[in-house]
């Protein structure tokens, strides 16, 4: 079994700083680890009452999931550290000063004892909790950052920058550093050391060397969020259910080819009308119900462009030359970063008309 807790906080009040990501990066990490298999308790917002109750849920969770399985917390929004111990910070906090963190907040180390006192043996903590917040400016140890904390005895804790230091928010709609984990969390056979290895390589190219993720483990054993091969075991995601192909076998798309200099970003390249076209004759020509899926398409190198339409599609239809059909939002989310790489972005948000296409060059 695999259990996983999210929390994600941004709606805080001026004293505290508000951060317009952490609800998307939850989200995103929620949809990322049910499809690797995870039962999932996604909490966004929350107070103090709803952060507790669901940590109680949590460990409840994981004392009925058995030895064999795992679990994993994962956090976005504001955290801070006092004498060196971890907080999270609830939305409707109200902090003063260092003394009402400890009665306001909730404690880093209340989560890990809950997943210590559970049978399970492995478990996996990733805090993106470092926000810079003009709160701590008043504190008389104006500590930045979150304090180290060493993993527990199988156990592996995924911090989004090094002990002291701050994280940024990002100016996309996730966090650098979420939106690197999601996307090295599905890499067939990788370790969850690897993972965190990538991502860290991720983020300091990303942030221009501003923000270094960093980690403490513990693990005795070696744990694989998704498989190499398709069968599934303990500390592997099972292989996705193959989806029906289209009757038809969509038109095949011509290579998107990289223009004579780099685009600024948003900019439509040329390539825009082709595909426009190629999906129309698509549409046209395939059967069966076509309003509950997107287009997603990537050059066929697999990396520097990323396509986000608002086509739908047949789930699972590959029209050849890197064009994907996406199911969900998310899937499209996370085979767009595997596909284009860090430096793909745009990747296809809401609901618009058929036909209609956005292309970023990075």
């Known amino acids: ?62 004392m009925a999931a058995g030895s064999d399985a795992i679990g994993l917390f994962y956090y976005a929004g504001h955290g801070v550290q006092v004498d060196g111990v971890n907080y999270l910070l609830p939305v409707g906090a109200q902090i003063e000063k260092e003394g009402d963190v400890e009665i306001e907040a909730v404690s880093a180390q209340s989560i890990l004892a809950q997943m210590e006192h559970a049978p399970n043996n492995i478990d996996l903590v990733f805090l993106d909790a470092c926000r810079n917040n003009p709160m701590t400016r008043s504190f008389r140890s104006g500590s930045r950052g979150l304090a180290r904390v060493d993993a527990p005895r199988g156990s592996f804790v995924g911090y989004s ?11 996309g709609d996730n966090s650098p550093y979420t939106l690197a984990l999601a996307a090295e969390m599905r890499r067939p056979g990788a370790s969850i050391e690897e993972v965190h290895r990538s991502v860290r390589i991720r983020v300091l190219a990303e942030t221009n060397n501003a923000q270094t993720p960093w980690d403490s483990s513990s693990l005795t054993a070696n744990v694989v969020l998704m498989p190499a091969a398709s069968a599934p075991s303990a500390t592997a995601a099972p292989a996705p259910t193959a989806a029906p192909q289209p009757a038809q076998q969509p038109v095949q798309l011509a290579a998107l080819t990289e223009p004579a200099a780099p685009s600024q970003r948003g900019t439509a390249l040329p390539v825009a009308a082709e595909l426009k076209g190629s999906i129309e004759r698509y549409l046209a020509n395939s059967s069966g119900n076509n309003s509950n899926y997107r287009f997603l398409a990537i050059n066929p190198a697999g990396d520097r462009i990323g396509v986000s339409t608002a086509c739908k599609m047949r789930k699972s239809a590959y029209g050849g030359w890197g064009v994907n ?36 060059w990075r």
């Open 1 to 62: 079994a695999r259990v996983a807790l999210v929390m994600g906080n941004g709606a805080y009040d001026s004293s505290i700083g508000r951060l317009k990501n952490p609800v998307n990066d939850a989200e995103l990490m929620a949809d990322t680890l049910r499809a690797l298999g995870f039962k999932v308790r996604l909490v966004t917002d929350a107070d103090q009452k709803e952060m507790k109750k669901a940590v109680r849920d949590f460990g409840a969770d994981l």
């Open 161 to 171: 920058t090094a002990p002291g230091d701050v994280s940024v928010d990002g100016n």
């Open 325 to 360: 059909i996406c199911s969900t939002e998310a899937e499209a989310r996370w085979i767009a970063l595997e596909n284009c790489g860090k430096d793909c972005r745009l990747i296809y948000r809401g609901e618009e008309k058929i036909g209609e296409f956005e292309i970023e």
